[in-house]
């Protein structure tokens, strides 16, 4: 339990200690987003803009609106406000796998990373983080695949029988197993990424092989520190959402921007205490220890003169009032 205490509170205090990341993304994360959101902005503003139902969308949020809008011909296809949205937020993922060495470093930095040390090591793992990034997909996306499947007959077989209470019992165990088995292979790439970027790794195998095995060894520990961290999580996303229900008239747009946004930036620690926790595992238990070799004092020689026998030159007894 001490061990689990030392990873998150490691973890935590790198966070705190580099709160400009948390900054950078998040304001990042606001500017992708409103390029990505323009699009349905204009189409959704050659409606509302000149139809008095638009009340009903601004002071609450009526359904029948929405799809009533959604319906007109006035709209246009929804694709075209949804493929923005979509290429921005492939943006935000390039950004990521980007700028995210960087953040890496920066925690396992003892010292304040200078702006060109961070750019330096986003640069030089930029290749390796795409090509572990294409290798998570290989294993995450047919893992993920299996486990519904297997969760689909389970449900099946089970409404099977008599008991009402077993089919929503299999589909909630089904879905708590797989967020636990997804977690572990996140937990798992979320260490390879960790050992390229400080152990200035090119052979992306082998950190995953690495990765797997430390993982493997001590999923409990780190799935613990995951899980708890999701839980904080969750509690900050139903905080926000219970204050802007509670808080917040409808139509009162400045005070629903301020307490979203502000829940959106505080879940963003949630993202990088994970990293931390990963971070400060692999400084403590990833880094393979230097060798001390034993110190051997060098001594001087006088020079010699012909035919003389070689006398080192012993160091004098420390004067007197000197300890030995």
Known sequence: MRENNGLLSGGLGMVLRNKRYIVWFYALNVVLALFGTMAFVNQAGTILDHSLRADRLLHGFDISVLAEMFLR????PAIVSRMPAVLFALVFMFATTLFLPGVLQGYASTYRLPREDFFRTCGRNLWRFIRLTLAAGIVMIPLTAAL???QGL????ASESTNELLVPGVRLAGLLVIFLAMTAVRIWFDLAQTDIVLSDQRAVRRSIG????????NVGRLLGDYVVITIVAAIVFVAGVWAWMKFVPPAN???AFLVSQLTLLVLLIPRFWQRGVVVN???KNMVEPIAVQPFTPVVAVAPMAEGTVPVPIVPSAPPQGQAS
């Open 148 to 150: 519904f499947g297997v």
């Open 253 to 255: 747009l400045g005070g």
């Open 73 to 76: 011909p006035e709209f246009g």
């Open 154 to 157: 389970l449900t099946k077989k």
């Open 210 to 217: 690495a990765a797997f095995r430390h993982t493997w060894r």
């Open 281 to 283: 595992y692999y400084l």
